[in-house]
Every structure is written in C-alpha cells, then in structure tokens.
C-alpha cells in the first residue's frame, strides 16, 4: 500500500514508520510526506530518506476548505492509498473525512477514549491514574474519537511530570503507529459500521 503521511512539526512518529516500511514484506510503502508548515523539521528528514515531502501551509488559504483541497490533489498526485495523520495539528473536515473513511489513521497519546484532545499527559496527572499510554485510530469526524487499531500502556511513574511522561510514551508510540500501520495496509484491521474488524 502506498502511504501518505501528514506531519505538522518534527515528525517522529513520520521517521518510525519510514523506518518500519524498510523492512522486507512490511506491506506499506511511504510515498509522499506532506506538512501544514513550511518550517516542519519532518520534512527534512523525510527527504534525507529521499521521500518527496511538501509543505503546504495552511495559512497560504483562506479557506480549510481550499488547503484541504490542496493537500488531496497532492495525496491524489502521490495515488496515495492510506493517509496516516503523525502530529498533525489540524482538525480534518467531515468531507475530508469521508473521502478517505476507512483509510485515514492518527495516532493520539492517550489510551483512547479517555482523554480526547491536548495536554493528554497533564490530564492523566490530574486524574490520578497509574496508567497511560497511546492509541492508533481510524480518524472518523468526532476528534480523536475513532475506533482504535492499536494501543500501548506505559506506567505512570511517582514524581513523573508532563514532560517524563511523554517522552516515555512517545517511546512507545512509534512500535504502536508501525504495527498498527501494518495491520491496516495488509487489510488485518478494517473499519466497517465504525468498529475496527481483525481478521488474520
Ligand atoms: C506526539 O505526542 C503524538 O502523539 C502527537 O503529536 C506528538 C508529536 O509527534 N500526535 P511527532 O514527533 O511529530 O510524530
């Protein structure tokens, strides 16, 4: 499956699966990386691994609708299959949203749903939960709301802070967005009436 992967900054979660797609038999291939930001330290990784990576600043538009058209003629021209959403800090329309259902994955670090949106990692210090971790999802048009493909937990440590904790989950978030990348590309993991269907 060819892969597009969009990136807003420095694109970690970008580098892994170009990473997890080097190995042979891995059943996607990242053909385009593209980013809402000219200055996405992403995009110079991605083409230092030689993949063509556009920026493609949302603030050029003056509509979500115009850029949103933008960056699908540049998926289109890349005949994209799967788009995987990596740090990318835009919310994606319902008709974007549908034209790409059941191909479109994000990666949010909370265990899903619990803790939709931003400051994840302060709002699992606030809740007192000893858990927390990371979910790979099909996007649909709630935020940070689809069904999960994939999940990992770490442990929240005594004394961690929002910092200590992202970084241990960020750690585990490239393992869990290249798994579960590949289960989606070698049609393991679907999306069917909103539910994740496995099938080995
Ligand atoms: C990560 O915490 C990820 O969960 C969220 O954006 C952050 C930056 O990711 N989606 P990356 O290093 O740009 O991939």
Redesign the pocket.
């Known amino acids: 499956k060819r892969v597009a992967i969009l990136?807003?900054?420095?694109?970690?979660?970008?580098s892994a699966l170009i990473e997890a797609a080097k190995v042979p038999n891995y059943p996607a291939e990242v053909v385009v990386v593209i980013a809402n930001k000219a200055d996405a330290a992403?995009l110079a990784a991605a083409r230092a691994e030689g993949i063509e990576a556009i920026a493609i600043p949302h603030r050029d538009f003056i509509s979500k609708a115009e850029h949103e058209a933008a960056v699908s003629a540049a998926l289109h021209a890349a005949n994209a299959d799967v788009v995987c959403l990596?740090?990318y800090m835009r919310l994606i329309s319902p008709e974007f949203v549908r034209q790409w259902e059941g191909r479109m994955l994000?990666?949010?670090?909370s265990l899903l749903p619990l803790f939709r949106g931003l400051h994840t990692h302060e709002q699992v210090l606030a809740s007192g939960m000893r858990v927390h971790g990371?979910t790979v999802h099909f996007v649909t048009e709630g935020m940070d709301e689809g069904p999960a493909i994939a999940q990992t937990a770490v442990a929240v440590k005594t004394g961690d802070t929002p910092a200590t904790l992202?970084e241990r989950?960020?750690s585990v978030?490239h393992e869990t967005y290249a798994r579960a990348l590949a289960l989606v590309a070698s049609g393991k993991a679907t999306m069917h009436e909103g539910r994740t269907v496995f099938s080995d």
Do not use: D, K, T, Y
């Not at 990136?7 to 970008?14: P, Q």
């Not at 994000?106 to 670090?109: F, T």
């Open positions: 990136i807003s900054g420095r694109g970690s979660n970008m992403g990596a740090g994000n990666i949010h670090p990371c992202a989950v960020l978030e």
